[in-house]
């Protein structure tokens, strides 16, 4: 069964994942419990209970905050006109082994549900994430994210 896990570095094999962007898998590799353990970001990891080593794939999560006027017209309206306090997604990947299987739907879907029970104790509008290439930005269109107006590769997802 599979199952989200903070991400343990003694525990989890960092380095025998690898999901074909460089700097993801060297993200995870050399940062990610640096980072974690700074609290500059929170790094998950999906894993089978039958190989709790082996890491299927990864998001990260932290603090982030959008300038309102970046959002489309309608969001605009309805938010006030400095920046708005948001969740950021900065990095996701699923291991070469596991694409096409589902497990980037389901990162995708853990970082929301997380968001939104974080969002019930801190207030936040929308997941952000910055799609790194083209199709990035058309897996994360796919789940309903938006593209900001000025930074196309900047999307977001209201949590509302």
């Not at 074909?20 to 993200?27: N, Q, R």
Request: hydrophobic share 40%.
């Amino acid at each position: 069964m599979l199952e989200e896990q903070r991400l343990d570095a003694s525990v989890h094999d960092r380095f025998g994942f690898s999901c074909g962007e460089p700097a993801l898998d060297d993200y995870l590799r050399k940062y990610a419990a640096q980072q974690s353990a700074k609290g500059l970001s929170a790094v998950f990891v999906v894993v089978d209970d039958a190989q709790p080593r082996q890491i299927l794939g990864f998001y990260t999560l932290s603090a982030a905050q959008v300038d309102a006027a970046l959002l489309s017209d309608a969001e605009q309206k309805k938010l006030p006109r400095y920046p708005v306090p948001c969740f950021r997604m900065g990095r996701l990947a699923s291991s070469l082994t596991h694409q096409g299987t589902g497990i980037g739907a389901l990162l995708v879907g853990l970082a929301v549900d997380r968001c939104l029970k974080a969002r019930a104790q801190v207030g936040a509008y929308a997941l952000l994430v910055d799609a790194k290439t083209e199709k990035a930005k058309a897996f994360y269109v796919h789940y309903g994210f938006t593209a900001c107006t000025d930074s196309p590769m900047t999307l977001y997802l209201p949590l509302g």
